[in-house]
């Protein structure tokens, strides 16, 4: 019986024949490239350059990540968002490099990627850090290597760490991708787990407040009629153009998008745009006020002082997963610390209470 190494399918519909040959119709697109492996010697000296100190919280966190891994144990970081997942990690990091081994950071998007990549390279300039995705494949062997997470199948055995970030988003979760790739222990990083990974990964590390130690932003709910809420979302930028805010306005659709982005002109990003990725930096960089978009940005962006509104917020796209992860986009930086965050909404659905319910006990935890 024909069994696919890559996600161990042998289901006879996702199988197909060439010259007699059985593949599986899954993985067709996945071939591999040879590459010549390195052997990285053990070296003591291996340590982040960081301008700052970890919080008592975040150090306690890490200590514990590195007390599961030497166990060899898989673990699961359960982190708010902006508790600073990536340096929480760093010990372990460091451990492995210092022993000569290879790290895998491996991430759902090419954007978050390349700015993990760099971030990476900046805090361990004498480490050899390589970027994985897309057509950025020229170079794939490294000490860590930080790729999307279709890139693993490059990878056999080869990684003796492997670090998934946004690992509810991890669109193989259901494949052998991951333990393929890794021959060691897993990091799973995410402040939005589902209960899978909370069933199947029984080593667990918490994380509930954010690494400048203030209260995570609580959203304003703004329940009105569904005619009215373009007079509300118009009502609330007024008010942040006065004091000049900067809004990430996130709506269900991209039609809806289109719409509003048409009626109010504004600049709108979603999955299939080509300059997407150059009007995202363009509001990085403060060239414009206000930006709509799809949920595309609900992860992997950080913009110091922003404010949020999520438009038509009682739409089954807005489950709680995602509004949390919207939420988690104010107040990250230490500098403005606080912000506001507005659900316009006819009605307040389960999703929305369930956000409300989830944010305010990761404020009342004690740490």
């Not at 119709?25 to 970890?54: G, S």
């Not at 166990?71 to 490099?97: H, P």
């Not at 407040?209 to 709910?221: Q, S, T």
Request: aromatic letters at 12%; charged letters at 25%.
């Amino acid at each position: 019986m024909f069994k696919c190494k890559n996600c161990n399918s042998y289901q006879k519909r996702y199988i197909g024949y060439l010259d007699n040959q059985p593949y599986c119709r899954k993985c067709i697109l996945l071939k591999e490239k040879t590459f010549e492996v390195k052997n990285y010697q053990p070296n003591k000296e291996y340590h982040a350059k960081l301008t700052y100190d970890l919080t008592k919280t975040q150090q306690k966190a890490a200590q514990e990540i590195l007390s599961f891994i030497k166990q060899g144990k898989s673990v699961l970081v359960d982190a708010v968002c902006g508790a600073g997942k990536t340096e929480i990690v760093y010990t372990t990091i460091e451990y492995f490099l210092n022993q000569g081994k290879k790290i895998g950071f491996t991430i759902p998007r090419k954007d978050v990627v390349i700015e993990l990549y760099h971030r990476l390279k900046k805090d361990y300039p004498q480490v050899d850090v390589i970027a994985v995705y897309g057509n950025h494949t020229q170079k794939l062997e490294g000490q860590i290597i930080v790729l999307t997470t279709y890139q693993l199948y490059r990878y056999h055995q080869h990684f003796d760490l492997l670090i998934l970030d946004e690992a509810d988003a991890f669109p193989f979760y259901n494949r052998l991708f991951l333990k393929r790739s890794c021959k060691g222990p897993i990091i799973y990083l995410s402040a939005t787990f589902n209960t899978w990974y909370l069933k199947k990964i029984p080593q667990q590390v918490q994380v509930h407040r954010r690494f400048h130690n203030v209260d995570l932003p609580i959203p304003k709910i703004i329940l009105t009629l569904p005619f009215l809420q373009n007079k509300y979302l118009i009502q609330s930028l007024k008010k942040f153009k006065a004091i000049k805010k900067q809004v990430l306005i996130f709506v269900p659709t991209i039609f809806i998008g289109k719409a509003l982005a048409k009626k109010l002109t504004i600049p709108f990003v979603y999955a299939g745009l080509s300059s997407k990725q150059q009007i995202v930096d363009d509001f990085k960089n403060k060239q414009f006020s206000f930006l709509l978009t799809t949920t595309i940005l609900e992860r992997g962006i950080t913009i110091d002082d922003i404010q949020v509104i999520i438009y038509q917020a009682e739409h089954s796209l807005f489950d709680l997963k995602t509004l949390v992860q919207i939420c988690g986009r104010v107040g990250r930086k230490k500098a403005h610390p606080n912000g506001e965050i507005i659900f316009i909404c006819s009605q307040k659905t389960l999703a929305i209470k369930a956000c409300l319910k989830t944010l305010k006990s990761k404020n009342n935890t004690i740490v």
